[in-house]
């Protein structure tokens, strides 16, 4: 929505949307450096320059954050490289020391080993329907500065994280179900017919 609300949540919560990473696009666009480390913040991997964007893609092969993937019919393709050198991930752990350990994500949880005590951040804009644990124990919220998921992770272990929205997903099968009841009821039918018998 116009005011940065979600369209499809009613809890009235702000989600980050292009607004928030504009300036980051802008530095990226003017070879700033550094301006990979803010998209890295929201687990942005890879940066696409679309088929016949030559002005765009003159720009970002000129960032020194970014590494030249290929190109395809879809477009030029560039790895977004953070300066401390860890790779860019949708989930990490960050201890208090600044060591980084990356979680293996899938699309909508992940899960690793974490040696040290320090902050699980999800990069994505907060949500309730995220859940992680230590250890089989849930973890507990914290604010991060950037409005994104976090998590105190208060000692080491195995970490998991999840997204589980079950209200959503009820609503979806209710809704399939529906439509699946409505399209068998248009299948039409076949009535019986009578001949007419004269004595």
Do not use: C, Y
Not at 10 to 30: H, N, Y
Not at 57 to 70: R, V
Not at 139 to 166: I, K, M, Y
Request: glycine fraction near 12%; aromatic fraction near 6%.
């Amino acid at each position: 929505m116009a005011d940065g609300r979600s369209a499809v949540r009613t809890d009235g919560l702000t989600v980050v949307g292009a607004d928030v990473l504009a300036e980051a696009t802008a530095d990226l666009l003017g070879a700033v450096a550094g301006a990979g480390d803010a998209l890295a913040e929201w687990g942005i991997g890879v940066v696409v320059a679309e088929p016949g964007a030559d002005t765009v893609a003159d720009s970002l092969a000129q960032a020194p954050d970014l590494t030249l993937l290929g190109s395809s019919d879809r477009g030029t393709s560039w790895r977004v490289n953070r300066t401390e050198g860890v790779p860019v991930s949708r989930a990490w752990v960050e201890t208090d020391e600044g060591d980084v350990t990356v979680l293996d994500m899938g699309r909508s949880a992940g899960r690793g080993d974490v040696t040290a005590a320090g902050t699980l951040v999800v990069a994505a804009a907060e949500d309730a329907a995220w859940t992680a644990t230590l250890d089989g124990v849930a973890l507990e919220r914290v604010e991060d500065p950037l409005g994104r998921v976090a998590f105190a992770v208060p000692a080491d272990g195995r970490v998991a994280v999840a997204f589980d929205d079950t209200s959503h997903r009820l609503w979806w099968w209710l809704g399939a179900a529906a439509l699946a009841w409505a399209a068998l009821g248009a299948i039409p039918l076949r009535t019986r017919t009578f001949k007419e018998v004269r004595v």
